[in-house]
């Protein structure tokens, strides 16, 4: 590393890394000592990203073109990150040693989920430059320590109280009101973790299911809500904060299954929860991403719901709506470059592809034309009405086909990016690709998701 304040320049330090197989990526040199708080990290350097999930793999796919390398820790061989990373290391979360080889091929180190074992991330901290720190992590891993913090930032959450007892249940159920919420303090995600009561007769049942006072629980009161938001935030080590436009979310199963982006809220709701995620992000001094899920209320009013101290789900619509897409933007706030503006381009729907929808998807990319793959129907397509309309192109996980109708605008005014992650096996509600659905209007968007049955079976909540 240089000692004036930035870290990771071209030429120091820093090796042309090869796929694991191959050649390896090399470490610092002995002695050498890992960047400090604040340092800029700049292109040429290598990013180590603990977990080789899909969002790894993208945030690998953005940081590259802006000339970064990445190494990835996950126990998967062949992980989707590991598939588009400089090196592979596989092993265990937990595997001190791993981690140990983690920090010296790194010049920083990211994660891409958050439940990370917290000896690993104690030692990363002290063998390498961790911006993100530990303290998020520690907040964000428990409901409690969660909701605590977002209540000192001075934004809303729902009512909720702490169970210890199935007594206390039935007490916090009576105060709180039915229908009501259990979940685990920690762990769970996408609906995991967690029980609906809807009567007191299902209280005992609950309990049971969640563990019987063998981890800690949380009781929260049912809030009836008009919409799900969520607003990203980016805040960089000096200080920067920039927020992403806030996406309308729709779950099926507890699982995310369309984002809509502009938001069909009023204005000043969505300048509120946008408000709501930069007060979050600097309050709990963020740095990367963090991921602000919110409901809305029949008359306006937001109770924030969970974080996340990553890129999310709810985010990949700015792969090519926004300026600058989440991915890109969490590489350079955990870098301490300026963060890219976050514009939106264009009006857009994201919607994922789960294991059960691969087939349908292929069957419907095996058509003779499937519509609006490759044509140009979105507000930021206008200036490639001029290209050539036979032009197809397919790099890394993105594809575009080449069909457009005669005024070069996508068949419905729909133009359809397609990104798929990699994964091995097509499991039923595994996350497998998203696709985000460029458009003039979020509702031509909607309808091409039903006309085109991929989704069929999906009912939403």
Same mark, same amino acid.
């Given at each position: 590393?240089?000692?004036?304040?930035?870290?990771?320049?071209?030429?120091?330090?820093?090796?042309?890394?090869?796929?694991?197989?191959?050649?390896?990526?090399?470490?610092?040199?002995?002695?050498?000592?890992?960047?400090?708080?604040?340092?800029?990290?700049?292109?040429?350097?290598?990013?180590?990203?603990?977990?080789?999930?899909?969002?790894?793999?993208?945030?690998?796919?953005?940081?590259?073109?802006?000339?970064?390398?990445?190494?990835?820790?996950?126990?998967?061989?062949?992980?989707?990150?590991?598939?588009?990373?400089?090196?592979?290391?596989?092993?265990?979360?937990?595997?001190?040693?791993?981690?140990?080889?983690?920090?010296?091929?790194?010049?920083?180190?990211?994660?891409?989920?958050?439940?990370?074992?917290?000896?690993?991330?104690?030692?990363?901290?002290?063998?390498?430059?961790?911006?993100?720190?530990?303290?998020?992590?520690?907040?964000?891993?428990?409901?409690?320590?969660?909701?605590?913090?977002?209540?000192?930032?001075?934004?809303?959450?729902?009512?909720?109280?702490?169970?210890?007892?199935?007594?206390?249940?039935?007490?916090?159920?009576?105060?709180?009101?039915?229908?009501?919420?259990?979940?685990?303090?920690?762990?769970?995600?996408?609906?995991?973790?967690?029980?609906?009561?809807?009567?007191?007769?299902?209280?005992?049942?609950?309990?049971?299911? %969640?563990?019987?006072?063998?981890?800690?629980?949380? %009781?929260?009161?049912?809030?009836?809500?008009?919409?799900?938001?969520?607003?990203?935030?980016?805040?960089?080590?000096?200080?920067?904060?920039?927020?992403?436009?806030?996406?309308?979310?729709?779950?099926?199963?507890?699982?995310?299954?369309?984002?809509?982006?502009?938001?069909?809220?009023?204005?000043?709701?969505?300048?509120?929860?946008?408000?709501?995620?930069?007060?979050?992000?600097?309050?709990?001094?963020?740095?990367?991403?963090?991921?602000?899920?919110?409901?809305?209320?029949?008359?306006?009013?937001?109770?924030?719901?969970? %974080?996340?101290?990553?890129?999310?789900?709810?985010?990949?619509?700015?792969?090519?709506?926004?300026?600058?897409?989440?991915?890109?933007?969490?590489?350079?706030?955990?870098?301490?470059?300026?963060?890219?503006?976050?514009?939106?381009?264009?009006?857009?729907?994201?919607?994922?592809?789960?294991?059960?929808?691969?087939?349908?998807?292929?069957?419907?990319?095996?058509?003779?034309?499937?519509?609006?793959?490759?044509?140009?129907?979105?507000?930021?397509?206008?200036?490639?009405?001029?290209?050539?309309?036979?032009?197809?192109?397919?790099?890394?996980?993105?594809?575009?086909?080449?069909?457009?109708?005669?005024?070069?605008?996508?068949?419905?005014?729909?133009?359809?990016?397609?990104?798929?992650?990699?994964?091995?096996?097509?499991?039923?509600?595994?996350?497998?690709?998203?696709?985000?659905?460029?458009?003039?209007?979020?509702?031509?968007?909607?309808?091409?998701?039903?006309?085109?049955?991929?989704?069929?079976?999906?009912?939403?909540?």
């Amino acid at each position: 590393m240089s000692g004036d304040g930035v870290a990771g320049k071209a030429g120091i330090g820093v090796s042309m890394n090869e796929k694991s197989g191959g050649g390896t990526t090399q470490p610092r040199q002995a002695g050498q000592p890992a960047a400090s708080a604040g340092k800029r990290i700049l292109p040429g350097a290598t990013i180590g990203i603990l977990g080789g999930g899909q969002l790894g793999r993208m945030m690998a796919l953005a940081g590259s073109h802006l000339g970064y390398r990445f190494v990835t820790l996950d126990p998967t061989p062949d992980s989707p990150c590991g598939q588009v990373a400089s090196r592979q290391l596989t092993a265990a979360y937990n595997d001190v040693e791993a981690a140990c080889t983690l920090a010296e091929l790194s010049d920083v180190i990211t994660y891409e989920f958050e439940n990370v074992d917290a000896r690993v991330t104690e030692l990363l901290e002290r063998e390498c430059y961790v911006p993100q720190g530990s303290g998020l992590l520690y907040v964000t891993q428990h409901r409690l320590r969660e909701k605590r913090a977002i209540e000192a930032a001075g934004v809303k959450v729902a009512p909720y109280e702490e169970i210890v007892s199935a007594s206390q249940l039935r007490e916090a159920a009576a105060r709180l009101g039915l229908p009501c919420v259990l979940k685990t303090a920690t762990g769970g995600y996408d609906g995991k973790g967690q029980r609906v009561i809807r009567a007191e007769d299902e209280l005992e049942a609950a309990y049971e299911a %969640l563990g019987r006072g063998k981890v800690e629980l949380v %009781l929260e009161k049912w809030i009836t809500f008009e919409r799900e938001l969520s607003v990203i935030a980016a805040r960089s080590p000096s200080g920067e904060v920039r927020t992403f436009p806030a996406a309308e979310n729709v779950h099926v199963d507890n699982i995310l299954h369309l984002s809509i982006v502009p938001a069909r809220v009023p204005q000043d709701v969505i300048a509120r929860a946008e408000e709501l995620a930069r007060r979050i992000a600097e309050a709990l001094g963020v740095v990367g991403l963090v991921a602000v899920e919110m409901f809305v209320t029949a008359g306006g009013e937001l109770f924030v719901n969970e %974080l996340a101290p990553r890129p999310h789900n709810s985010g990949h619509y700015t792969m090519e709506a926004c300026v600058t897409s989440q991915f890109e933007q969490h590489v350079r706030a955990i870098c301490d470059l300026p963060l890219g503006p976050t514009t939106l381009r264009t009006p857009v729907v994201m919607v994922n592809v789960l294991g059960e929808h691969v087939e349908p998807l292929l069957s419907w990319l095996a058509s003779a034309e499937p519509e609006g793959f490759g044509a140009c129907g979105g507000a930021a397509c206008g200036a490639a009405r001029t290209a050539d309309a036979a032009s197809a192109a397919v790099a890394g996980n993105a594809a575009e086909g080449s069909r457009r109708d005669a005024a070069g605008n996508g068949i419905g005014g729909v133009t359809v990016k397609l990104h798929l992650y990699g994964k091995h096996e097509a499991k039923d509600k595994r996350k497998m690709g998203h696709i985000n659905l460029l458009t003039d209007d979020v509702e031509k968007a909607l309808a091409w998701v039903e006309r085109t049955g991929i989704w069929r079976e999906q009912k939403r909540e």
